[in-house]
DNA sequence: CTATCTTTGTGCACGCGTTCACAAAGACAT
DNA sequence: ATGTCTTTGTGAACGCGTGCACAAAGATAG
């Protein structure tokens, strides 16, 4: 039986293995001392906390350049999604196939979510559309959205927003990398608490949540 | 002098107006006692500290799907960014304009890194040729990273990488899901400290750093 | 010039997440 | 069986970020 320490899970994962272990805990007992975690088990065990055993059926709103991209990429499927419908405004694209799935008109958006029993919604719309789009989807049962529109979403409670703005991935680096050019430059000065992170450790990588457009 | 106080944008921006203030105040004293914060000034202090004033030029290597649609974007150029160069190892695509800007091939990836002296790289080639790219990358002068490919990449220290995994995004939402779905259900077994959150308040949303492909 | 009023800048305390450290559990050898 | 050795699960301490609360600063009116 194939088993792993919390302390190499940890050390691969490049976090502490006390706070792995007392992750795990909250899932329940799977380990076994002295020996570990039987890897298939606890695999498995994480899988289904995360809501990974099961079959998530998503919409993409806004066939454009993003929303091709996204629903040629075949990432998705393997991790438990499915794309079930590809939602367009444009009539022009209503019918032409994208990604070997036709492209389906707005109108229709409410009968689509519904028919297929989706709850996840991705809106790759410009951003004047984003809000609107946002609203026929809450509206029409939709409780997660992830937004690639540089829009902040208003959704009403119960409903989750998941936000992907490229542009802010970029000033987060640019930010980082100013800093590392003019580092012994201004030794002054008080120093912002940015921690030292790597991938993904913060939210937004530790920046202020105000900024200007 | 147009001007705003701490409450009103903690209240826009959803945050503590103590805590605003003080993040503000590591950038020294911009603010005005009994008037508040000039609007203008302040959104060049903060742009400068955000290393916005300058203009960061930026090479996109792998132009499929994705890399085609970052390169259609207009978004970077208003925040600051200059795609600088389009690079994909497709013999075929050499030449071909994409985004009014013709690929390059990656043989010339080092002179165009360090003729444009570029500094921040975006990847989005398949996950296989990712550490690889991103080796030839900070070899020729990189030292920001936005990585698009599903895989985790080996940075040497001083090199900054963000990944955008986007299945990770909708696990994040199908995670919060299935807790909506089964929320009455399981009340006895001890509830994981996952804090309630929005538009990206933690970094991967709260969730676990170790998981299974 | 003095008084009053508003809002900043920040010391301090609280709370939460992370880490330490160890007792308990179980495997495995003798 | 008994003992030893490894690794888990978790109570307790620590540290840090967040929020409270207020003194100081400055504007504005009288
Ligand atoms: N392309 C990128 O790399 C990129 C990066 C970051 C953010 N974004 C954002 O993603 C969004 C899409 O970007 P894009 O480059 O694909 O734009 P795009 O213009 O290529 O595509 C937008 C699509 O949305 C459709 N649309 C417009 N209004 C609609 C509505 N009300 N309902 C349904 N569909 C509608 C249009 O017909 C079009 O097909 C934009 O908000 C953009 O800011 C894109
Ligand atoms: N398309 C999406 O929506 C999406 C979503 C999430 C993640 N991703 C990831 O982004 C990456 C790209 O996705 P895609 O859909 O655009 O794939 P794609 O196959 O359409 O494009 C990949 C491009 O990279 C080029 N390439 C291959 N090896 C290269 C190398 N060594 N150097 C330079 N260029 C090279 C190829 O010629 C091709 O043009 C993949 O890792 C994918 O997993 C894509």
Redesign the interface.
């Known amino acids: 039986m194939p088993t792993v320490s919390s302390e190499e ?1 940890a050390a ?4 502490n293995s006390a706070k ?1 272990r007392k ?1 795990f805990s ?3 007992s799977y380990g076994t001392r002295g020996v570990g975690y039987d890897v298939e088990y606890l ?1 498995y065990q ?2 289904r ?4 055993t ?1 079959d ?1 059926p ?1 919409v993409i709103v806004g066939i454009g ?2 929303g ?3 629903a ?2 075949g ?2 499927a ?4 499915r794309v079930a419908a590809l939602i367009d405004a444009d009539p022009a694209m209503a019918g032409t196939p994208v990604a070997g799935m036709p492209v389906q008109h707005t109108d229709d958006l409410e009968k689509i979510i519904s028919d297929n029993g989706v ?2 919604g991705v809106i790759s719309t410009p951003a004047g559309a984003a809000q609107q789009v946002c609203e026929r989807l809450v509206a029409a049962g939709v ?4 937004n690639f529109a ?1 829009t ?1 979403l208003s959704v009403p409670d ?1 409903v ?5 703005d ?2 802010i ?10 800093r ?1 050019a003019g580092e012994e430059a201004s030794d002054d ?2 120093v ?2 940015v921690a030292a992170k ?8 530790d ?6 457009a």
Request: hydrophobic share 45%.
């Open positions: 899970l691969a994962a490049g976090v792995l992750d909250y899932l329940g695999v994480i899988s906390e995360l809501g990974l099961q998530w998503v350049n993003l091709a991209a996204l040629n990429y990432g998705f393997s991790r438990g999604f709850s996840i409780t997660s959205i992830l540089p902040v119960g989750d927003v998941r936000k992907v490229l542009s991935e970029l000033q987060i680096l640019a930010f980082h990398e100013q590392k000065g008080v912002p608490p790597q991938q993904r450790k913060g939210p937004d990588g920046v202020p949540a105000v900024m200007p």
